[in-house]
């Protein structure tokens, strides 16, 4: 199929604008790098999460990525694995995974629009609220197993259960 440069061009454009208008809302520092990627970081309860949005004209996708501020050194990928496997298979959507130039835990996501319109404000923002919900629940499994080197059943196990009330 043939792709026409100027719809992908606005489609781009517009996308990304989206992502901007909602993390201006969120009151998120944000900076653009390119024409073609925003980064923006959102300060939570465990430590700052850097959110990237970026698009490939070519594909007419966008990538979504939220890094955890936690660093894995190469002898912990193997401990990693096991963990990422199992919240992996609890998340409807994105997913979990490392990446092996900054060491860092990832979540992410892409976003299809090929012959579509962009993406509206309510999507773009309900990924960004499950980017930051995820990696927000996640994170203390990661850390333990990461810092501690806990077993991935029991880091996760702690890292899910929901606290009711208060001691």
């Known amino acids: 199929m043939a792709i026409d440069l100027a719809e992908v061009s606005e489609f781009n454009?517009?996308?990304l604008q989206v992502v901007e208008?909602?993390?201006?809302?969120?009151?998120?520092?944000?900076?653009?790098?390119?024409?073609?990627?925003?980064?923006a970081e959102y300060k939570g309860?465990?430590?700052s999460y850097q959110l990237w949005f970026a698009v490939?004209?070519?594909?007419?996708?966008?990538?979504?990525?939220?890094?955890l501020d936690l660093h894995v050194s190469e002898a912990k990928f193997g401990d990693l694995y096991p963990l990422l496997a199992k919240i992996n298979e609890r998340l409807w959507l994105g997913h979990?995974?490392?990446?092996?130039?900054?060491?860092?835990?990832?979540?992410r996501h892409a976003v299809v629009?090929?012959?579509?319109?962009?993406?509206?404000?309510?999507?773009?923002?309900?990924?960004?609220?499950a980017a930051i919900d995820d990696c927000?629940?996640?994170?203390?499994?990661f850390r333990e197993?990461?810092?501690?080197?806990?077993?991935?059943?029991?880091?996760?196990?702690?890292?899910?259960?929901?606290?009711?009330?208060?001691?």
Not at 21 to 39: M, P
Not at 98 to 107: F, I, L
Not at 145 to 165: H, R, Y
């Open 56 to 67: 490939r004209k070519d594909v007419q996708v966008m990538h979504v990525s939220c890094g």
């Open 136 to 141: 927000e629940r996640y994170f203390p499994a």
């Open 96 to 107: 979990f995974d490392v990446w092996h130039e900054e060491g860092q835990p990832n979540w």
């Open 21 to 39: 208008r909602v993390v201006t809302a969120a009151k998120l520092q944000f900076e653009w790098f390119s024409s073609d990627d925003i980064a």
């Open 13 to 15: 454009d517009n996308a």
């Open 145 to 167: 197993v990461l810092q501690c080197g806990t077993d991935p059943d029991i880091a996760l196990a702690a890292a899910i259960t929901d606290t009711i009330g208060e001691a």
């Open 113 to 129: 629009f090929r012959e579509g319109p962009v993406p509206n404000d309510q999507q773009i923002s309900e990924i960004v609220g």
């Open 45 to 47: 309860r465990w430590g």
